[in-house]
């Protein structure tokens, strides 16, 4: 059985390997809120949206439509980016919290 395991873990290394260098969008979500389509419809500039997410809670990064981390929004050189307090596990959904 050990060769066996060995020859799965190869496949899935090359696996990888092939597809590594391929482009990929990250998105990190600020928050989420719900409306209803009439007030969506009645926005206007200068309208405030709140989100249900608290200050200082963790944003949701997500690569492919799969939730990959947690992270905190820090200012790089007057550029907003993400600083990664959280790697999640693979079969963990947005909206989840993790103990």
């Not at 439509?65 to 790697?87: C, F, H, P, Q, T």
Request: hydrophobic letters at 40%; charged letters at 35%.
């Amino acid at each position: 059985m050990l060769g066996l395991e060995s020859n799965e873990d190869e496949d899935a290394l090359h696996s990888v390997k092939f597809i590594e260098d391929v482009p990929m969008i990250m998105i990190v979500e600020i928050g989420r809120t719900e409306m209803e389509v009439q007030e969506i419809l009645n926005l206007k500039k200068g309208n405030l949206v709140v989100f249900e997410k608290i200050v200082g809670e963790p944003m949701c990064i997500v690569v492919g439509d799969r939730l990959m981390a947690r992270g905190e929004i820090v200012v790089v050189n007057e550029r907003y980016g993400v600083r990664i307090s959280e790697v999640t596990r693979p079969e963990e959904k947005i909206g989840e919290r993790r103990e």
